[in-house]
């Protein structure tokens, strides 16, 4: 009894210092960090201790967010900064990080704009502490309402439209375009912009992200209800090379296009299997907010001239696939 | 047994050892001692987690959470579950937000339709669990997907799109911000007022537990509803009422967060429904009924609240984040074991 309970007590504390020492870990790289930027970072001029949050609305693991991500780790690595990374695709929990980024008196604010309302109220907060603001991705519109200096990111709507025109050439008369968040506002601006573009019937689908293999079954689905289906717009990668599968599966004949890149989606457009796919190039939209928030800081400057300064759209089709592909594979495309 | 109360009224002795053994027997010892640990944990590590503002940032993710979690946990204590809770907050939102902003109803009537269809959605899923007795657990999973398919569908047909948006500027707006969603400055720091809903709430519900003819019931029921019945407890009546208790208080904190955020996604809610159970169970509940408490669960919704924004403020890698979660929430469940392991050995 005696050695049960010791040994019962042992596994506790064991249990009880894991956390701990894995913060310890974190906390370390965070510290080697900040000691390489002391060193390294004073071509800058001015201090370099900033920390900027970035708070997206993607959950963790999402293809596009991680390089995004690499993006913002990068600028912060060049420039000699610290940059935090959080996200939720829930509304509230991404106020709570914009919130919990204004407690904890960061120097700047990346935000996206998935679901602009929700974030009016902890940017105004934001905004109060002085704390410069700058709106990435969706939510152009309502960037300079809501307090920003810039946004960068690409207008969904246009986007769209260019990928309708470029399957209208390719010979599609019937497409179905899938959207993979329900609660995005800038999902249904490609698809709107799509159906403009194209001039032909635009069918939309509602899928979930967090399903991939899910989300594959509805697409075969209703290709194999609709024969008469002759091209799939997926609105990101992953549910991209999902669609690959699922027109092969459903046997069908239909021509594929996808926004946003990843390795598999660059090696799908060289074999023939994926048209094209429309590029935000979304590392520029982690990259780029972090050397304006330091120019911003250091020199006052501010991009754009109230306009978006937009990463795309940009085509990456068979012909540019070769030099897009290993960028891909770093994770910086 | 029974002569035991007549004993420690008549005995001093016998009523002080009562009170600590009655402390200690309190389910939710283990969550305090787990709070407090979460809470001395982060204080430690981070600056800004113990500042005003700092705790106001996680009373506020845990004040909805902890809401929720105080009616569910007297629907666990029924011995009963609900997974369509989360969702019926985004429905509720849904509904007051596409009334005010679409059919220009006055918010506070928008807000009236929605405690309707809370009721309406509890009294279903009640009155099948206790018709059929089926598991609760299917009956409101079924429930569950319906109200996820409906919340989109509607949603779409009526506005077009995925998001309603706007109900800033309904009327009746302002009003029922300040009562539901406003902030008040405590310490310099913006407190959510839903936070003092969350103590109320509690409150309310440990006095009907503890204190009424109903709270017997709901212990009763989640112990045996067949015993509970013999003896003349309403059984199917309590779990019934208990039901619509969970989804019309979803109601009312789907509304809190369509007014705070000014809009409701379609997709909103969804998983929530665990996060309730979860912060039900730190605080002390059983998953098999019968046993647990309201402070309990409010413990648990803040534990959760802590840790989520707790790790935030540490600054760890945002990929690991559910496992810091599940670790932290997994200790303290541990530490709560462990404090009332040790609470029984001491009442001998």
Redesign the interface.
């Given at each position: 009894m005696v050695t049960t309970r010791f040994t019962r007590k042992r596994a506790?504390f064991a249990?009880?210092a894991?956390?701990l020492a894995?913060?310890a870990c974190?906390?370390d790289?965070?510290g080697d960090n900040g000691g390489g930027n002391d060193e390294g970072g004073g071509g800058g001029g001015g201090e370099s201790d900033y920390t900027f949050a970035v708070v997206t609305h993607a959950s963790?693991?999402d293809a596009f967010w991680d390089v995004v991500q690499n993006g913002a780790d990068a600028a912060a690595e060049d420039l000699g900064v610290e940059v935090?990374?959080?996200?939720s695709g829930?509304?509230?929990?991404q106020?709570?990080?914009i919130?919990?980024a204004?407690?904890?008196?960061v120097d700047g604010i990346v935000v996206s704009l998935a679901?602009p309302?929700?974030m009016?109220?902890p940017l105004a907060?934001a905004e109060e502490a002085g704390i410069p603001i700058i709106t990435i991705n969706s939510g152009e519109d309502e960037s300079a309402s809501l307090g920003a200096i810039t946004h960068v990111g690409q207008t969904e709507t246009i986007a769209g439209q260019g990928a309708g025109e470029q399957l209208a050439e390719a010979g599609v008369t019937n497409l179905i375009c899938v959207?993979h968040?329900?609660?995005?506002?800038g999902l249904?601006q490609r698809c709107e912009g799509a159906t403009q573009g194209l001039g032909g019937a635009v069918e939309n689908l509602?899928v979930d992200i967090n399903d991939v293999a899910g989300a594959q079954n509805t697409i075969q689905s209703s290709l194999q209800a609709d024969p008469s289906i002759d091209g799939v717009l997926a609105l990101n990668p992953a549910i991209g090379v999902a669609a690959v599968d699922a027109v092969a599966g459903a046997g069908s004949e239909a021509q594929i296009a996808t926004f946003d890149l990843s390795g598999d989606v660059v090696s799908a457009i060289e074999d023939g299997s994926i048209l094209f796919a429309v590029d935000q190039q979304q590392y520029l939209q982690g990259y780029i907010p972090i050397v304006l928030l330091k120019l911003y800081l250091d020199n006052n400057n501010t991009l754009g001239g109230g306009q978006p300064v937009l990463t795309g759209p940009g085509f990456v089709t068979q012909e540019n696939a070769a030099t897009v592909a290993e960028l891909a594979e770093a994770g910086t495309r | 047994m029974t002569s035991a109360p007549a004993a420690a009224s008549s005995d001093e002795r016998v009523l002080v050892s009562g009170i600590t053994r009655r402390f200690l027997q309190r389910p939710e010892l283990g969550a305090a001692v787990g709070a407090l640990a979460v809470f001395i944990f982060f204080a430690t590590i981070t600056d800004a987690f113990a500042r005003p503002s700092g705790i106001a940032n996680w009373l506020d993710a845990a004040a909805p959470l902890g809401i929720m979690a105080v009616v569910v946990a007297l629907l666990m204590i029924g011995g009963e579950f609900d997974l369509s809770a989360g969702v019926m907050t985004a429905t509720a939102g849904l509904v007051v937000a596409t009334l005010a902003t679409e059919y220009g109803l006055n918010v506070w009537l928008a807000f009236a339709i929605a405690l309707v269809v809370g009721l309406a959605v509890g009294l279903v899923n009640g009155v099948v669990v206790v018709r059929t007795g089926l598991p609760s657990f299917i009956v409101t999973l079924g429930m569950f997907l319906v109200l996820q398919g409906l919340n989109l569908g509607v949603t779409k047909v009526i506005t077009g799109t995925v998001q309603v948006r706007g109900l800033d500027d309904a009327s009746g707006y302002d009003s029922a911000r300040a009562v539901f969603a406003t902030t008040v400055e405590i310490f310099g720091a913006d407190v959510r007022v839903t936070v003092f809903w969350w103590i109320g709430v509690t409150a309310l519900a440990t006095y009907v537990l503890l204190r009424t003819r109903p709270g017997n019931w709901i212990f009763a029921v989640g112990g045996s509803a067949t015993a509970a019945r013999s003896v003349g407890v309403p059984a199917s009546r309590t779990k019934i009422a208990l039901f619509m208790t969970v989804s019309t208080v979803a109601a009312v904190v789907g509304t809190m967060q369509a007014l705070r955020l000014t809009s409701v996604q379609a997709n909103a809610g969804i998983g929530l429904e665990f996060e309730f159970i979860i912060a039900a169970v730190i605080g002390g509940c059983l998953l098999t009924g019968g046993f647990g408490s309201a402070v309990g669960a409010a413990l648990g919704a803040l534990i959760f609240g802590m840790a989520k924004q707790g790790i935030v403020f540490a600054g760890w890698d945002s990929d690991w984040f559910m496992l810091f979660l599940g670790l932290l929430l997994l200790l303290a469940t541990l530490l709560n074991l462990y404090v009332r392991k040790r609470a029984e050995v001491m009442k001998r």
């Open positions: 506790l249990l009880l894991l956390p894995l913060a974190t906390g790289d965070d963790a693991g935090t990374y959080q996200g829930e509304p509230d929990e106020a709570q990080l919130d919990a204004v407690s904890d008196e679901n309302d929700a009016r109220e907060g959207i968040e329900p609660g995005n506002i249904e509602q | -």
